[in-house]
């Protein structure tokens, strides 16, 4: 695949995350206590498969930069909440791609990984060790949501063809 | 899914229902009366309320963004009418020092109302 063929598809993909994460926190309530599904993190998880993890960076990096920046949110307290989560649950990604790991573990892991990455920004910005307590209950959560998304991204990866290592 | 992913998902999830589990004995045997809202700004704190949860109130006071109103009733506090864009913390409704996030956080407004110990008798 050509550099700019690449780099539009990986525009592209960091476009559909981007509107994802948007469109679900505008559209889909959170279940409770601020938990949500994630649907944003299938496209990291295509774009992982179908074309590397350097643009699987990008995507992320670019989901909650431009995310916030629509929001409005650009360097407030839920953007370094959301930059922790992403940041964490990409390093898992790279880890798991690594050991050669199923979609659906990955996208479990990566949701499980999410979640405690914002909660350890919330309990390093607000002094809060209480949130500790919370995390049982965002693992438990985060298994059945992580399978969810990781059936999706598992769907969409046999259905369409894009991409390539180059 | 692979059978060892499948068992690494079994043995995260039995953690997870073991922690909770022991957090829910300590929340229910550290259960704490008084209530503080601390305000977080450029990395300092200042408390600007404290209230003790068993005594039914309604406490306003100004915030960053406005106003925000905190709801006291039977042991259980929540936010309400609270000047904000997303008003997450008010979708949390009542909660008390034994809830499972005993910590209300609006994060606009750079407040935290949590419990802080027992009232002086």
């Keep these: 695949m050509s550099s700019t063929k690449r780099f539009s598809y990986v525009s592209m993909l960091a476009a559909l995350a ?14 409770q206590f601020g938990i949500r599904f994630g649907i944003a993190n299938i496209v990291a998880l295509i774009a992982i498969d179908r074309f590397g993890l350097k643009e699987m960076f990008i995507v992320n990096l670019m989901r909650v930069l ?12 839920i953007f370094w909440i959301s930059g ?30 999410h979640s405690t990455g914002q909660v350890l920004v919330v309990m390093i910005l607000y002094n809060q060790v209480s949130m500790l307590s919370f995390i049982p209950v965002l693992l438990i959560t985060s ?18 063809k894009v991409g390539g290592k180059i | 899914m692979k059978k060892s992913e499948k068992r690494i998902i079994t043995i995260l999830f039995v953690i997870a229902v073991l922690a909770y589990g022991v957090f829910y004995f300590y929340r ?24 003790d949860a068993n005594v039914d109130n309604i406490y306003t006071f100004d915030v960053d963004l406005g106003e925000m109103t905190i709801e006291v009733k039977d042991g259980f506090y929540r936010a309400i009418n609270v000047d904000c864009p997303n008003h997450n913390c008010e979708k949390m409704g009542y909660v008390n020092s ?7 956080i609006c994060l606009p407004n750079g407040i935290t109302i949590e419990p802080k110990g027992q009232a002086n008798e």
Excluded: C
């Design chain 1, 143 to 160: 298994i059945p949501t992580g399978y969810l998304t990781g059936i999706i991204a598992k769907e969409v990866l046999k259905r369409v």
């Design chain 2, 28 to 51: 229910i045997n550290n259960s704490q009366d008084m209530v503080q809202v601390i305000h977080h700004f450029d990395g300092k704190e200042e408390v600007i309320l404290e209230f």
């Design chain 1, 18 to 31: 981007i509107l994802l994460n948007l469109t679900e926190s505008m559209f889909i309530p959170p279940i």
């Design chain 1, 84 to 113: 922790g989560g992403v940041l964490l649950s990409s390093l898992f990604l790279v880890l798991l791609t690594r050991s050669k790991s199923s979609v659906i573990f990955k996208s479990i892991i990566s949701s499980i990984a």
């Design chain 2, 98 to 104: 034994e809830s499972v996030l005993d910590t209300i």
């Design chain 1, 66 to 77: 431009i995310g916030n920046l629509i929001r409005g949110t650009i360097f407030s307290s």
